[in-house]
């Protein structure tokens, strides 16, 4: 169904109707185990690890969204980020984008780098530090764009072409955008990685990772991992993306209405120190949002200058909801330093821009005019 434009690849893609029931929605199939037909052969799954038929739709559905050639549903974001360096070596480098997730860099530093495989953290939005970087042993370009909480964007047209030239893989955080509204497989990366978590799943009831890969080593290996370390995301889980992504394009849409409403309405108040949204024009990197992205998205952050200050704005909020994680169709508001980013001391949270007064925003679907009338009474409290 790739042919397909994405409001009907949300709804039919991996979603076909039960063949043995004509059930419309994709069945649950809360079985560990399945019975085998003979001595090593089966019906297809033998053991929920390896496979599960509710998941295997939701993989067929995440890969036709991307484009890949093979989906791969994992328990968490994180778990998906763990599954996409778990095949490499002690020795072997790799590149990330240096003002990434909390989450991510706590991953890399306090735990992967334990197994000898190198971490180099590069300004991936300037093209020439990336290609500095890259050494005989680089095995991955891992880029978040835009980045968490800060929107920086990098090229990844460019990054791949760089990448591709040293024989090194690149994969794409691609969570923030969706596949909606961005296809890194599409401008040359090999992988794309999400949280399902936030707007795959859309509702804020499930947590859930997903890899999707380009080649058949991409599947075998991450098959792999989801068999050997079994970090897999539920049956039921998988139910719950399943069910989001059948509204995935209708949802972007007004989080892309709302996202834009808002960020213009930001950009007149005087209280914010930096505004960070790249479908403002003033934003520095807006050509290269509008040359790889079909939007904008409803993911923006700004400065307060003071904790006190966001620790004001964020009490007196009445429709956006104080809370971590984002891309749910309720607007939510966080302040990164002690949620996001709360793993990174103090100087590596400076070295990376995340400030004391900053508060990133997830824009949901309610009313935009609720939204910003909300924004302003909560700004009168600072």
Request: hydrophobic share 40%; net charge negative; with cysteine.
């Amino acid at each position: 169904m790739s042919q397909h434009k994405y409001s009907t690849l949300s709804v039919h893609a991996g979603q076909e109707p039960d063949p043995l029931t004509g059930a419309v929605n994709v069945p649950v199939y809360l079985s560990s185990t399945f019975e085998l037909t003979g001595i090593g052969t089966d019906k297809g799954w033998d053991y929920s690890r390896a496979g599960n038929p509710t998941r295997d739709r939701l993989e067929t559905a995440l890969a036709a969204l991307e484009g890949g050639t093979s989906g791969h549903a994992f328990g968490s974001g994180m778990a998906a980020i763990y599954a996409l360096v778990a095949m490499l070596h002690a020795g072997d480098h790799v590149i990330c984008s240096h003002n990434v997730y909390g989450g991510t860099q706590r991953l890399f530093d306090q735990i992967v780098r334990h197994y000898g495989i190198e971490i180099e953290y590069v300004d991936t939005e300037h093209l020439d530090a990336v290609a500095a970087a890259i050494r005989p042993n680089t095995k991955l370009i891992h880029v978040e764009t835009p980045t968490n909480p800060l929107m920086v964007l990098t090229d990844i047209g460019g990054v791949c072409e760089i990448a591709h030239a040293r024989s090194v893989d690149v994969s794409v955080d691609n969570t923030f955008l969706s596949p909606v509204l961005q296809s890194p497989l599409e401008l040359g990366a090999d992988i794309v990685m999400h949280s399902t978590t936030k707007f795959l799943n859309g509702h804020s009831d499930g947590i859930g990772g997903a890899l999707i890969g380009t080649t058949p080593e991409h599947k075998e290996r991450f098959h792999l991992v989801q068999k050997a370390v079994g970090g897999i995301l539920s049956p039921f889980e998988c139910f719950l993306v399943l069910r989001g992504i059948r509204t995935l394009a209708l949802r972007m849409k007004q989080h892309e209405e709302n996202g834009r409403a808002v960020a213009e309405f930001l950009s007149t108040q005087p209280k914010l120190t930096r505004l960070a949204y790249p479908g403002l024009t003033s934003h520095p990197q807006h050509a290269l949002a509008v040359k790889q992205q079909r939007g904008f998205g409803s993911m923006m952050s700004f400065d307060l200058g003071t904790q006190a200050a966001a620790g004001r704005f964020l009490g007196a909020l009445k429709v956006f909801l104080s809370a971590e994680s984002l891309g749910g169709v309720e607007s939510l508001a966080s302040h990164s330093a002690t949620t996001t980013h709360a793993a990174l001391s103090d100087a590596e949270r400076a070295a990376v821009g995340i400030t004391e007064g900053l508060v990133r925003l997830s824009v949901g679907i309610e009313d935009k005019e609720d939204l910003i009338a909300d924004l302003e009474q909560a700004l009168a409290a600072v």
